[in-house]
């Protein structure tokens, strides 16, 4: 059974960056596309961006300009940064991994993470 | 962007109703929808995949249904631990995007 584990800081200042990692166990990083997902407090769901194990990436617009999704084979991990943060990236953070079950299915988000809430205060 | 769109935003019902939730595309998706269902402090579950095949290990009551630009997920018998957010997902088209969210209430 794949499991997915967030960590990573719970504060983090007007500014600065957030740095979040996800750890894969019960299976390998290796294939798939792995994915960050964020939901403020009461909100929907804001899809950010996604990397495949081959360290090719696709970010949402609304945040490319500050956001960088980077990968860890060996340790089965991968990572969210996002720069100049501001109280609007206050949110739970989800990892989640995109499957699908055949070449000819549409993805979706199968496996997800706990989620992690980061807050964005001074 | 692609718009998802979902009705209603809420919805009180009892256990034993059949429930019918509907998400709209801004434009045609084929069948590229999900459907997931959320509870309070977890993470979203998968429930529906390509608008209509369910995710192993799910009930049986849920179903999902449309293509195009419009879809459903319907419940045909609501029992106690199905109160939780709806959401609808489109994965035709990045950037991925989410329905605002279908609050399932008990009446």
């Known amino acids: 059974q794949v499991q997915l584990q967030e960590s990573g800081p719970g504060l983090v200042k007007p500014s600065e960056a957030l740095s979040l990692t996800c750890t894969v166990s019960?299976?390998?990083?290796?294939?798939?596309?792995w994915s960050w997902i964020r939901q403020p407090p009461e909100k929907g769901l804001e899809w950010i961006g996604f990397i495949y194990y081959s360290g090719s990436t696709n970010y949402n617009p609304s945040l490319k300009s500050r956001v960088t999704i980077s990968l860890d084979t060996s340790k089965n991990q991968f990572s969210l940064r996002l720069s100049s943060v501001t109280a609007a990236d206050t949110a739970v953070y989800y990892c989640?991994?995109?499957?699908?079950?055949?070449?000819?299915?549409?993805?979706?988000?199968?496996?997800w993470g706990q989620g992690t809430l980061v807050t964005v205060s001074s | 962007d692609i718009q998802m769109t979902q009705s209603p935003s809420s919805l009180s019902a009892s256990v034993g109703d059949r429930v019918t939730i509907t998400c709209r595309a801004s434009q045609s998706i084929s069948s590229y929808l999900n459907w997931y269902q959320q509870k309070p402090g977890k993470a979203p579950k998968l429930l529906i995949y390509?608008?209509?095949s369910l995710q192993s290990g799910v009930p049986s009551r849920f179903s999902g249904g449309g293509s195009g630009t419009d879809f459903t997920l319907t419940i045909s018998s609501l029992q106690p631990e199905d109160f939780a957010n709806y959401y609808c997902q489109q994965s035709y088209r990045t950037p991925y995007t989410f329905g605002q969210g279908t609050k399932l209430e008990i009446k």
């Open positions: 390509a608008a209509s």
């Open positions: 989640a991994r995109l499957g699908r079950p055949s070449v000819v299915t549409p993805y979706y988000f199968d496996y």
């Open positions: 019960g299976g390998s990083i290796s294939s798939y596309y």
